[in-house]
């Protein structure tokens, strides 16, 4: 395929991914009005409901800017050959493979970074400020960039040059190299994310002794889940949304809550979140996500090996010289529809795991603190109870709250 076929083909991806991604938008939006399922009346007063929905549409109109600023900029950074001008900024500074690439996609990021931040400013300090959840102060909110920015020059600096490594002595072999390499640090990550991750955010401590202690307690003595590792996170020094998740696995697994849940919910609420999470566990779902992720890097890699020397896929993005750097862009967008697919697979298999994580809490637990509490958080963060089915089937990791309860219920 010639290169300017390429390129169209390249357009017409960005193009049509925001007519679907919108349209989808819009379908949801045009669902905010609709009248609530019986069961979840109690969620929210009127007024606080009429609140929610505010929040939607603010959200709303706000992603129809960002996702519109989005697209024009990258539909002109390609039409006006930006790829070419900054490929040729990193070619005059070296003429090193791995370093051209660094400087490559650090003068993107950079630029995506200087682009985007005024829009994540305004989310958490406008948006957010005005419906009551920001908690961030601005000197946080900096700290946290710098932070972020920092680990993605070690981390992403460093398993790319890795990867650029492979490839310059392995050849279209380097799929294999890179493969393990990312199959490890995913595994390393997770098992010590919170070890190591989530105290550059966030001050962990461990749950102290009292009656709720004994009753988490009483609850994994039950179903014969060790528990060591009961961390609370100060989550709300950011936000006010609550949450609860489970990492690690063997030795290393913990369930981390967040502050804000354990002030919002009453202790058998909690116990029964628990009861979800240990759920996740014993159904070995997260055994399944770490493999089929990896399954699924190593058949993105085996592809891209495919490709990757093709000059084609460089050349469409607007480069003169090809390269690796600049054909893992080209693919990158050429492959997203693809992508597309297999997250929305994902998601599927996610609310699959939802559905029989709630079984396990029903079944060992109880299901009226889980209904109770699933309500207390869709109210803490202002979630959408009405939901468009389209909407849902694509982008929704959990089922909405609705057919959680439901099932609940059965
Ligand atoms: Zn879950």
């Known amino acids: 395929m010639n290169t300017q076929t ?4 390249i357009i017409a991806i960005l193009v049509i991914q ?3 991604d919108r349209g989808l938008e819009y379908l949801n939006a045009k669902r905010y009005n609709d009248s609530i399922p019986p069961e979840l009346n109690d969620v929210f007063d009127r ?3 009429r609140k929610s929905q505010e929040y939607k549409k603010t959200n709303y109109k706000f992603s129809w800017f960002t996702a519109t600023f989005s697209l024009i900029i990258t539909l002109a950074f390609l039409l006006l050959g930006g790829f070419e001008w900054v490929d040729s900024i990193a070619r005059n500074i070296s003429s090193h493979p791995i370093v051209i690439a660094l400087i490559f996609f650090g003068i993107i990021m950079i630029g995506n970074d200087i682009l985007t931040t005024p829009f994540s400013y305004y989310r958490t300090f406008v948006i957010e400020e005005e419906f009551g959840f920001n908690k961030t102060s601005k000197k946080l909110f900096w700290i946290d960039k710098a932070k972020g920015w920092l680990m993605t020059i070690i981390l992403g600096g460093g398993i790319l040059a890795l990867i650029i490594w492979f490839f310059e002595w392995a050849g279209s072999n380097f799929w ?3 493969w393990i390499l990312v199959a490890a640090v995913s595994l390393f990550m997770n098992l010590f994310y919170s070890r190591l991750i989530v105290p550059i955010f966030n001050k962990q401590t461990p749950l102290e002794d009292g009656s709720l202690k004994d009753m988490i307690q009483a609850y ?3 179903v014969g889940f060790e528990i060591k590792n009961i961390f609370v996170i100060d989550g709300s020094k950011r936000s006010t949304k609550a949450n609860a998740y489970f990492s690690g696995f063997g030795r290393e697994k913990r369930i981390t809550l967040y502050d804000t849940l354990i002030n919002d919910l009453e202790e058998e609420e909690i116990v ?3 009861a979800h999470e240990v759920g996740h566990y ?3 779902h997260i055994i399944y996500n770490i ?3 990896i399954l699924l890097t190593g058949l993105t890699l085996y592809i891209l090996s495919i490709f990757i020397n093709n000059p084609e896929v460089s050349l469409a993005i607007g480069v003169s010289q090809p390269s690796f750097h600049a054909a893992l862009i080209g693919f990158g967008i050429l492959y997203s529809p693809i992508s597309e697919i297999t997250s929305l697979v994902m998601n599927m298999i996610s609310r699959a795991f939802e559905y029989q994580a709630d079984d396990y809490a029903k079944d060992t637990f109880s299901s009226q603190p889980l209904i109770s509490s699933l309500k207390k958080l869709s109210k803490s963060s202002l979630s959408n109870l009405t939901p468009h089915p389209a909407y849902v089937f694509m982008h929704y990791s959990h089922p909405p709250l609705i057919a959680r309860i439901r099932n609940l219920k059965v």
Not at 6 to 9: D, H, P, Q, R, T
């Open 47 to 49: 007024e606080e409901y």
């Open 6 to 9: 390429l390129f169209y083909i």
């Open 272 to 274: 029964a979140v628990l």
């Open 291 to 293: 493999t089929l992720s």
């Open 176 to 178: 294999i190299y890179t």
């Open 18 to 20: 925001f007519i679907i």
């Open 220 to 222: 994994a003595n039950k």
């Open 282 to 284: 014993k159904r070995k």
